[in-house]
């Protein structure tokens, strides 16, 4: 059976393909059409997706959207109507919305796809994000826990899932918060106030709340409250973003924490108004983590279980995880690699499998490699044309000489095989360097990825080391595998790792098991026969405002326009020539 996965008009809008119940194509539609967190309908990463397995529309069994749009729609309505006339201004914003393309999902997938309308299904937002998360793990029986910003009317569920034998596959939610309660709302609230662009800044407001003390969580518990049956509730009074307003804060609230940063000012920890900024993200960081463990530590009561699968965007929330993995009780705790919404087309297409269709229980490859691959000929033909010393070496060779580059302070491009899906580079598309002193996490900042000097770097470690360098809990190796958790750098290694210690001691550690990416575990096992420590710098390998790169040209673009000092893909080895001036994405395109 075929089915076609499809997430899209929120943000990063996603196509996932699904054949005899395992995917095999997934990407994002920012990485085809290059914008940003494009929410646009994926056209490109469906054509794509069909166009790797070798499908026209008429072979799909089905199409299934990752949410149900006219319950959206309804929430939309109902939420508006409700906050009339506060509402006036954006009401007929979001009913040009809705009307004009969300709602209308069915027709609209019917005339692009050209499939009949019988052929679409949808599912629930969360239980998308649940089978995403669920359907992935090595696990068959699991506690479920979803939280995002909102779906349809939920925000936030738990649940249990078995996956049975002979196709008794079932996900069943039992419980959930509803809009406009919702943590991902207030934590994108605060991002908001601290002057980041919501979904896309959240992860500054974690770095920056290493920078401050969590003295504001009494007022943080002012504007969520908990409720007597375990979950919680937002004071409206703080909030505006129900009610379409241009923000989505208060005068209530800054009256409680203060006047909001200006995105274009400086965070300088030096002033009251930079350590007031760093103390807010702090405290909304630890309410969040208290909340989520609070329900997290009911779950398993509840349920007994082991295992907890954990998908939304809420669990791309790396410090919260960990803690999550340490003191709910659960033994092991699933992330799957892309837990936001771009990761429900992989959880709707699964769960209509399982669950719609009823077919058998499959193990599902447990990697993010599933996107296009890259063309190490295409890089050697543009970098050739383009002057630069391009040689084709033996893999010893190359990962000699690259581990090399890397011990000497230079910063290598890093291609390999299928692209990432999710946000996040575990190593197929990365930046990589010497991951041991301050200046190249200033550098790269700086130079490179241009961005705020507070944010930390990650590391790459062999698997087999990662306990040498990091304190991992039981169960911290599995959260470690996609990049899902924030783990203490051992004392004795943070000065050797200063460039990927943030400013608390911790690290967004990867634990590469080999089988994941053979090429990449073989180089730190290169740069650590070098320099006795096999622990890479890894950054996802785009600039600023950027979306990670695909092809083999994108990289080339990228390392023509910044600091990077060499760029690889497959057995092609580009080195940049001295005294090359920087060249615009124009030129390198034409
Ligand atoms: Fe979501």
Known sequence: MKILGISAHYHDSAAALIVDGVPVAAVQQERLSRHKHDAGFPLEAIEWCLEHAGLATADLDAVVFYER?????ERILTCSLRAFPRSWRSFPHAIRNSLGEKAWVRGIIASYLGVPRRRILFTGHHASHAAAAFLTAPTRRAAILTADGVGEWATLTVGRAERGAGGATSIVLDRE???PHSLGMLYSTFTAYLGFHVNDGEYKVMGLAAYGRPTLCDAVRKVIHRTSDGGFALVPEYFEYHTGASRSFSDAFVDLFGPARHPYDPIDLETDDGRRFADCAASVQRVLEDTLL??????RRQTGLGDLCFG?????????????LAESGFERLFVPPAPGDAGCAIGAALYADRIYFKNRDRDVP?????????DADELARVARDDGQQVEALDDDVLLDRVAGDLAAGRVVGWMDGASEFGPRALGHRSILAAPHAAAMRDRLNRDIKSREEFRPFAPVVRAEDAERYFELPPGGLRLARFMSGVFPVRPEWRARLAAVTHVDGSARVQALEAPM???????????????????LLNTSFNVAGEPIVNRAVEGYSTFRRCGIDALVAGPTLVTKRA????????EVYA
């Open 312 to 324: 939304g965007g809420v669990a791309l929330n790396g410090v919260a995880n960990a803690r999550l």
């Open 294 to 299: 609070d329900i997290a530590r009911d779950l």
């Open 177 to 179: 918060i509803r809009f």
């Open 517 to 535: 990416a053979p090429r990449l575990h073989a180089l730190l096992g290169a740069y650590g026969e070098r320099t006795g420590v096999p622990v």
């Open 69 to 73: 749009s006219m319950l959206k729609l």
């Open 366 to 374: 447990d990697h993010p490699f599933t996107g296009p691959s890259v």
């Open 579 to 586: 005294g090359t001036p920087p060249r615009s994405m124009r």
